[in-house]
């Protein structure tokens, strides 16, 4: 296969898994194991790629953004809140990333980390579902800037490839009380930047090993991220909000179990 379509296919990859509890960067690590990828050479690219589905949500949620720009200058209490709340939850992961960068790169090679988080994700799911007592909010401002820094303490879980970090945020949310569509909006919110940060880092990083040949995979799968991101993102609200998340959690163990019998038959 052309590296073009490898990178079409780890675009697409990206864009449906990023914001869904199913953990994108565990779907790229077992997709590279499954074609048969060299891991090393796609990791820096699976990162890159994320700001393409970034960018979806600022597309979808450009009016909620403007509002909260605007209100900054007039500092209006919901902007200043909303701003506050992503602050808060964060700084967790600049602290955490920074510290144990080198050791979560290394857990980034290894696909059977990623198929025993997915599984045990998968139970925290129906757990949170079962017994969390969420409660109707009026938007990411509504938080508080308690519950908002425990959010951003639970995101760091993700740094664990296979956790999800919109698992993580979406479910440490719901079982502090935060409702379903409130939750999926401040991870949607949270990921821009976080994962903004950890590219940016990335990529600076491994500077050197980015050429200008590069550049041409790096846009394919940029542009294919964003554009499934987009359609994905509208339909997940409407599908957690009627279902919940046991659908999602159903599908980690299954697909978690299946990639441990995979990987312990090659």
Not at 3 to 23: D, R
Not at 114 to 125: K, N, Q
Not at 126 to 154: C, D, F, N, T
Not at 244 to 257: L, Q
């Amino acid at each position: 296969m052309s590296e073009f379509w490898t990178a079409v296919i780890l675009g697409i990859v990206e864009g449906i898994t990023e914001f869904l509890p199913v953990s994108s960067t565990g779907h790229l690590i077992l997709a590279t194991e499954l074609m048969g990828y060299d891991a090393k050479r796609w990791a820096l690219f699976n990162i890159a790629i994320q700001p393409g589905a970034i960018l979806a949500i600022v597309v979808l949620y450009w009016r909620t953004f403007w509002e909260v720009f605007t209100g900054l200058f007039k500092w209006d209490a919901k902007a200043v809140a909303f701003t506050r709340n992503l602050l808060l939850a964060f700084i967790p992961a600049v602290v955490l990333g920074l510290a144990f960068g080198d050791a979560i790169e290394l857990m980034l090679e290894n696909a059977v980390i990623v198929a025993w988080a997915l599984i045990i994700g998968g139970f925290a799911i129906l757990v949170v579902e079962k017994y969390a007592k969420p409660q109707e909010m009026g938007g990411v401002a509504e938080i508080s800037w308690q519950r908002s820094a425990m959010v951003g303490v639970v995101q760091c879980l993700a740094m664990i490839p296979g956790v999800s970090r919109s698992g993580a945020t979406i479910l440490g949310a719901m079982a502090m009380g935060v409702d379903r569509k409130t939750a999926a909006e401040f991870s949607f919110f949270l990921a821009l930047p976080t994962l903004t940060g950890a590219t940016v880092l990335q990529l600076y990083k491994h500077r050197a090993e980015v050429s200008a040949d590069d550049l041409g995979l790096l846009a394919v799968g940029f542009v294919v991220s964003f554009l499934v991101a987009w359609a994905v993102v509208k339909a997940f609200l409407a599908v957690v909000t009627r279902y919940g998340f046991g659908p999602f959690a159903w599908y980690r163990i299954i697909a978690g179990t299946a990639a441990l019998i995979w990987l312990g038959m090659r």
